[in-house]
């Protein structure tokens, strides 16, 4: 793979991140000076806090992005470990479910990025919702307890699939064969992080300087339409803006761009339903100012296989499982 930090296009993107946070690092100050008064200052420190956590995630991402597919594995593995640990501590599950998780933690997760980091896609796909789906249902059941058996499969299950499985697909863009697009994988990696982040900070942004109206006020009251709107069309025109980056022409990456924005603000809605179901507001604290580490990723979960599979079926000669959509007219 190519030198990160050498390639023109990717130096460019990471000097563009820089600036966009150096900036915001200027805000900031600026308002911590001028507002004195709460609530006001209140959300300023809430703000240099999400912006400080950004420099350092960019930093991490950058550093390991420029190692290579071993690195992004074992990023995005530790990402899926944490992440379904804050999932796991919230859920309904008793302690005859320990072995179960315990197989999850330790056999689960490390095999799926495994199958990743060997390029092997047939076990990427299945192992999750076939072997592991079956497994972990009859490990419970050995425990002999039945009290909410269905109901705490179910949860393990649910979390292996949003937290592992989903987020495994964002390493397993390299693993693509792409034609004319040979060792440049990392940047469909980077393309898909830059897109879902930026929609949502500014579906965060838009709405706290213009949400009025609710999408789902019983889910989640911070989300609203107006930020929706602004955070979709701004992600939606910056990865058309990045199409460079990507195999696809300038209106294919538009539609993938509203693709990953609407499965982003999807996976946001979910998982703050799920959190409200455990009647808290954060899965943890892991990160200043965005909350846990599932907090963070969790438009990342919905959006990654969806842009993993979307990219394989038009983009990789052999991608195409089902017939063409003109042969089926």
Known sequence: MRDFFSDPELAGVVAGVIGLLAVSSLIAAVLRRRVTEEPGRSV?????????????????????LATGGIGS???FG?????????FATLSPTRTTDHST????????????YLFVALQWYGMVAIFIPVYAF?????????????RDFLARTA???????????CVSYAPALLMLEIPGYESENVKLLVFLIVVVQLSDVLQY???KLFGKRPMAPRVSPNKTWEGFAGGVFGATALGTA??????????QAALVSLLLALAGVAGGLVMSAVKRDRAVKDFGEAIPGHGGVLDRIDSVCFAAPLFFHVTRYFFVADGATLPPLDALL
């Open 44 to 64: 300023v420190t809430n703000l240099t806090r999400r912006i400080n956590a950004w420099w350092a995630m960019v930093a991490v991402l950058a550093l390991t």
């Open 73 to 75: 594995v074992l990023l």
């Open 78 to 86: 530790a990402t899926s470990f944490f992440a379904f640990r804050e």
């Open 101 to 112: 998780l315990v197989w999850a933690f330790f056999v689960v997760i490390p095999l799926q």
């Open 134 to 146: 079956l497994f972990a249902p009859v490990r419970s059941a050995m425990a002999g307890d039945t």
């Open 155 to 165: 949860t393990i299950h649910f979390g292996l699939m949003v937290t592992v499985y």
């Open 205 to 207: 942004v838009v709405g």
């Open 242 to 251: 990045l199409w460079w980056l990507t195999p696809y022409a300038p209106w």
